[in-house]
């Protein structure tokens, strides 16, 4: 859609309402459809539209459609009290975002001090969304992210049910753009985090540090939930996933 790859929306909006309007006069950095770009703005709007079009928010969506049918019953946004000591602590405050608002976020208040642990690292996410958030905020333990990953191996059905249809997980995982499919990077184009992986695998990389990818040709699942905000932002995360998803590539064999 040619947006920004981010910014800091809270400094001016407070509300997903607000957001929306956020979103729309922000300049877009890119005429629709000639460049990939992955933007939170993109994928904030996503979630807005989701919830537009269904009346429900997608925690709600996501808990009805996906975590409840594959039993991930520690998957979710905005984790209860019994589920924080499974979370990992983040950032101490959001001192990464807050050296990058320039002067607005010297003035702006509400900023985070203490460790952020059991809530979403994300600022726009924190701030404006309550946490739900179509880019940020949800938590998953490895065991559970493995029973999703498997789910679209075995082409959207899980325990004798076609919870998705074939047709859409191959269209999700199909090029729609340079080196994506719906939601999802595609091996093929070359990204670093795919290394040593077969060009039909497909995956995704966090912020904080974590990654997933699916590679349907060997039936293998690579999950790295490392933490690369705990205590403070550090660089370097790129070539850890990078090494860490061609080990693993390497130690599972050649395809075939």
């Known amino acids: 859609m040619g947006s920004p790859p981010g910014l800091p929306l809270y400094l001016r909006a407070h509300s997903p309402d607000e957001y929306l ?3 729309a006069q922000t300049e877009l950095v890119a005429p629709p459809g000639t460049q990939v770009i992955y ?3 993109g994928f904030i709007l996503l979630g ?12 709600t969506l996501a808990r009805r459609e996906v975590f409840a049918p594959l039993s991930m019953r520690a998957t979710c946004f905005r984790p209860p009290p019994d589920l924080r000591p499974r979370s990992a602590a983040t950032e101490r405050g959001n001192a ?4 990058r608002a320039g002067p607005p976020g010297a003035r702006y208040t509400p900023w985070r001090e203490a460790v952020i642990w059991g809530e979403v ?4 996410a924190f701030y404006g969304l309550e946490g739900i958030a179509g880019h940020a905020g949800l938590f998953a333990p490895a065991d559970e992210l493995a029973r999703f990953a498997q789910f679209w191996l075995d082409h959207g059905r899980w325990e004798g049910r076609q919870l998705l249809p074939s047709s859409l997980v191959s269209e999700a995982t199909r090029p729609q753009a ?3 499919g719906l939601g999802w990077m595609l091996a093929f184009s070359g990204t670093a985090a795919a290394r040593g992986l077969h060009p039909t695998a497909y995956g995704h990389t966090g912020f904080t540090g974590t990654s997933l990818w699916i590679d349907p040709e060997r039936e293998l699942v690579i999950i790295l939930l490392a933490n690369r905000v705990h205590p403070v932002v550090r660089d370097g995360i790129e070539a850890v996933r990078a090494a860490f998803t061609e080990a693993v590539a390497r130690a599972a064999g050649e395809v075939g």
Do not use: C, M
């Not at 990464?96 to 050296?99: D, I, T, V």
């Not at 690292?121 to 726009?124: P, T």
């Open 121 to 124: 690292h994300d600022g726009n």
């Open 96 to 99: 990464f975002e807050r050296s």
């Open 21 to 23: 309007v956020a979103i």
């Open 178 to 180: 340079p080196g994506r």
């Open 39 to 41: 933007s939170d703005l």
């Open 48 to 59: 807005e539209i989701v919830r537009s079009l269904t009346g429900h928010d997608i925690a």
